[in-house]
C-alpha cells in the first residue's frame, strides 16, 4: 500500500519547500514538491531531489560512537545508547561541578531551521537552560542585515515575495535567486510577463543575472553607495514621494542631506560602475512604481554590511512603494510570523555569559570545557577554518556532535550521537521567504537508532536526573505551544494539509499600519542607532576592502549550486557536478599574475591557504576573486576550503560575518 505523507525541506534555504513523501511497505520511494503549495508549486531544487538518496547513503551515521584514535583522525567505534548517555551525563556533572554551567558551550547552527528540531529548537534550549549552560549567539547568517533594517523599518520583515508578480521594476540586489531560492523565479517571471524590468546588482555574473534584463557588476562592499546615488537621481528627477515623506517617515530633511552628498559621478568612482548606467537606473526607479527590491544574506556579509541594508531599506521610503503591492524591500519574512518562541531564560539558575557563533576561534578558550554541536558544522562553515581546528584539537575539550554524516566537526569529536533526518521526525517550519507556515509529519521509522534532537535531550535529562517538568514535553506538545501565537491556525487542521498562509491579507502590504519603529515611521534617523554608536543618519559605510583600494583582490564566498552551505557536499553525484575547487578570476587579474585557465593556484591571505583551478572568466568583475563555499576539507585536493581565507571579524552590526570582506593574493602552485 502507498501513502503520501506530506512535509517540508528544513534546509537553510527561504523558500522552505512544501512536499510529499510517497512510502510503499514502509520505505520512502518517492518525494516531490506539493503541487498544491502555492509558493512550492510542485518543484524542488537540484540540491533536494536527492534527498531520499542522501537519508540511504552509505557513509550515514546510524549509531552513537566514541573516539578511539586521536583528535581530528575520525576514529570511532560503536557504543550503545546507554553508554554513550550516561558517558555524557557523567563528563557535563563533572565539569559543572568543576567549573560552573557556563564551561558548556551549545554550538547550534542552522543544518535545519525547524521550531522543533532545529534553529530555534524548544526541547535543547530548556535543557541547556536547566544546567546553566553559556548562551549560544546564532549570528553567523543574517544579522547584520537584520540589524539595518530595524534602524529603518522596526523589523527586518517586508513585502511578501510572492507579490513581486505585481512588480513592474525589481532589483535583485546581491542575491543569486536561481541558485539560492529558486521558487521566486516564477514570480518575477510572472512581472516580466506584464512588463516588468529586472535588474541583477551583483560583482559576479551569476546564473540570475544571466537571466536578468541589466546586470550591474558592483564592486562589492559599495552597496550603500548605490543606493545614496541612485536617490540623488530621483531628487534630480523631483520624483520623491513628498506626501509619503511627510506622512510616514522621520528625518527626512537630514537624509536629504546625505542623499546629496553622493552625485552619480562620485557613486561611479566608488561602485566602480558606469556614471551612465547608474543614471539610468536612477531615472528608471524615479518613474516606475511599484519597485520591488529583493535583497538577501549575501548582501551583508562585510564590514559595512548592516548600514548598506539600514539604506538600502530607505528607497521605499523616498519612491513611496510601500503603498503598493509589490512594491518595498524583501529581506526575511521570519519576523511576520507569529509563533509563540520562548526561550525558557526563566530556566536559567543564574545570569550567563554569551558566546558569539563566528567568533569560534577566539572565544573556543580554556574556560570552554564542553563544546556540543549540532546541526552545525564549524570546520567546514566558520571563519579561521585553521584556528578552530587548533582548538578543536585540546585533549581537555569534550566533544559531543550530533550528526547524520561524517563531516570534519564530527573527526574531532568524542561522541557522536546519531540524528534523524526531515522524513523521520516531527518539526514545524516557516519559511522565510513567504507567507507559509508548514508541518513536517515524519513518513519512515529512523534507520539504526538515530534519534530526533528532541529526543536525545529527552533521554539525557532522564540520565541526568532533571525533574523540570518541560524538558519532556512531546513535539506535539511543542508544536501547540508554539502555535499558541497563531490562534487562526489549528494544530490539526495544519497536520491534514501540511501548510498554512499566515494570518494577513493577501496581497499583502505592510506596514499599511505604520512601521515599528519608536516613531511609528520609517526612520532615515534612528535613535536606537546613535545610542548604539552608529550614525545618526543612513549612510554608506565601506567594505574594508572598499574602503583600502589594494593591488591584492577581494574575496567573495558565493553560495554553491549543488551544496547547502556543507550540506550534500559528501554527495558523490552533487560532489561530482561541483568538479573540484574553481576560482573565477578577471582577464585583467590574471594576466597580471600569469594565471591560466585550467592549472592549479595558490590562494593565500595571512589567514590561510587553498588550492584550487584556476577559471579565467569575465563573469567577475576586475578586482574580484570568488570560491563558492560548502566542501567538506576531506573531500577537497588540499584539505581545506574557502573558509581558510576568511577572517573571524565583525560586521558594523550584530556581529555579523564577513565573508565577503577578505584580501587575497593568486599564484600558480
Known amino acids: 500500500m502507498e501513502l503520501r505523507v506530506l512535509g517540508a525541506c528544513p534546509l537553510d534555504c527561504p523558500d ?21 503549495h502555492p509558493y512550492t508549486r510542485g518543484a524542488l531544487c537540484v540540491k533536494v531531489n536527492r534527498y531520499l538518496e542522501h537519508t540511504k547513503a552509505a557513509d550515514r551515521i546510524l549509531y552513537p560512537l566514541k573516539r578511539v584514535g586521536p583528535k581530528g583522525a575520525g576514529e570511532f567505534v560503536r557504543i550503545s545508547w546507554d553508554e554513550a548517555l550516561d558517558t555524557i551525563a557523567g563528563r557535563l556533572t563533572s565539569i559543572i561541578d568543576e567549573f560552573g554551567g557556563e ?9 535545519t531551521l525547524g521550531y522543533i528540531q532545529g534553529e530555534t529548537g524548544e526541547a535543547g534550549r530548556r535543557f541547556w537552560n536547566v544546567l546553566g549552560a553559556s548562551r549560544h549567539d546564532l549570528n553567523i547568517c543574517s544579522r547584520a542585515g537584520n540589524v539595518g533594517l530595524r534602524y529603518t523599518n522596526g523589523t527586518p520583515a517586508g513585502m511578501d515575495p510572492e507579490t513581486m508578480a505585481r512588480s513592474r521594476l525589481i532589483l535583485l540586489w546581491g542575491t543569486n535567486t536561481l541558485t539560492s531560492g529558486h521558487h521566486l523565479w516564477k514570480f518575477v517571471q510572472d512581472a516580466r510577463a506584464d512588463g516588468a524590468y529586472v535588474v541583477a546588482i551583483d560583482p559576479i555574473r551569476t546564473r540570475t543575472a544571466e537571466q536578468a534584463d541589466e546586470h550591474l557588476p558592483i564592486r562589492p562592499g559599495t552597496d550603500g553607495a548605490l543606493a545614496l546615488g541612485l536617490l540623488h537621481v530621483v531628487l534630480e528627477e523631483g520624483a520623491e514621494d513628498r506626501d509619503y515623506l511627510a506622512e ?12 546629496l552628498k553622493y552625485p552619480p559621478s562620485r557613486v561611479a568612482e566608488l561602485t566602480g560602475l558606469p556614471e551612465a548606467d547608474i543614471r539610468a537606473l536612477g531615472v528608471r526607479l524615479a518613474h516606475t512604481r511599484p519597485t520591488a527590491i529583493r535583497a538577501t544574506m549575501g548582501i551583508q556579509r562585510h564590514r559595512g554590511g548592516g548600514a548598506a541594508m539600514r539604506v538600502i531599506a530607505c528607497i521605499p521610503g523616498v519612491t513611496g512603494d510601500w503603498r503598493y503591492p509589490g512594491g518595498g524591500t524583501a529581506y526575511s519574512t521570519s ?32 574556560s570552554v570545557k564542553c563544546l556540543w554541536v549540532y546541526a552545525a558544522n564549524p570546520m567546514g562553515s566558520t571563519p579561521d577554518q585553521n584556528r578552530i581546528r587548533e582548538r578543536l584539537l585540546r585533549e581537555d575539550l569534550f566533544t559531543v556532535v550530533m550528526e547524520q554524516f561524517p563531516t570534519d566537526t564530527v573527526d574531532y569529536a568524542d561522541i557522536v550521537l546519531p540524528a534523524t533526518m526531515q522524513i523521520e521526525h516531527t518539526d514545524l517550519h516557516a519559511g522565510y521567504g513567504h507567507m507559509y507556515l508548514m508541518w513536517n509529519e515524519p513518513a ?40 499558541a501565537g497563531t490562534p487562526t491556525i489549528n494544530l490539526d487542521q495544519l497536520r491534514k494539509d ?49 574602503a583600502r583600494p589594494s593591488t591584492r583582490l577581494t574575496l567573495i564566498t558565493p553560495a554553491s549550486h549543488t551544496f547547502l552551505n556543507t550540506i550534500f557536499a559528501n554527495n558523490p553525484e552533487l560532489l561530482r557536478r561541483s568538479k573540484d575547487p574553481v576560482v573565477l578570476v578577471h582577464p585583467i587579474d590574471a594576466a597580471a599574475r600569469g594565471l ?10 595571512a589567514t590561510g591557504e587553498v588550492t584550487a583551478n584556476i577559471e579565467i572568466s569575465d563573469k567577475v568583475r576586475p578586482g574580484v576573486a570568488a570560491m563558492a563555499k560548502g566542501r567538506w576539507l576531506k573531500l577537497t585536493p588540499g584539505g581545506a576550503n574557502v573558509n581558510a581565507l576568511v577572517e573571524e571579524a565583525d560586521a558594523d552590526m550584530g556581529r555579523g560575518a564577513t565573508y565577503h570582506d577578505n584580501w587575497v593574493e593568486i599564484t600558480p602552485a
Not at 18 to 24: A, I
Not at 248 to 259: D, V
Request: glycine share 8%; aromatic share 8%.
Open 103 to 111: 564551561a558548556i558551550w551549545p554550538y547550534q547552527g542552522t543544518g
Open 248 to 259: 510616514h517617515t522621520l528625518g527626512w530633511a537630514e537624509f536629504r542631506e546625505e542623499i
Open 596 to 605: 591560466t585557465s585550467g592549472t592549479l593556484a595558490r590562494v593565500v591571505n
Open 444 to 483: 519512515v521509522p529512523p534507520p539504526g537508532e538515530c534519534l530526533s534532537t528532541t529526543e536525545t535531550f529527552r533521554r539525557l535529562a532522564r540520565h541526568l536526573g532533571l525533574t523540570e517538568p518541560s524538558l519532556y514535553d512531546s513535539d506535539l506538545d511543542l508544536a501547540e505551544q508554539l502555535l
Open 16 to 36: 522552505t519547500c512544501s512536499w510529499v513523501v510517497t512510502v510503499k511497505d514502509g520505505e520512502a520511494v518517492g518525494l516531490r514538491g506539493n503541487r498544491d
Open 498 to 546: 501540511g501548510w498554512a498562509r499566515l494570518d494577513v491579507a493577501d496581497p499583502f502590504v505592510p506596514f499599511t499600519e505604520g512601521f515599528p519603529t519608536p516613531s511609528g515611521k520609517l526612520e532615515f534617523v534612528s535613535a536606537p542607532a546613535e545610542a548604539d554608536g552608529l550614525p545618526r543618519v543612513a549612510t554608506y559605510v565601506p567594505s574594508r576592502t572598499a
Open 335 to 366: 519576523a511576520h510570523v507569529p509563533l509563540a518562541v520562548n526561550p525558557r531564560y526563566d530556566l536559567l539558575p543564574r545570569p550567563v555569559r554569551t558566546l558569539t557563533m563566528t567568533r569560534l576561534a577566539d572565544q573556543l578558550d580554556e
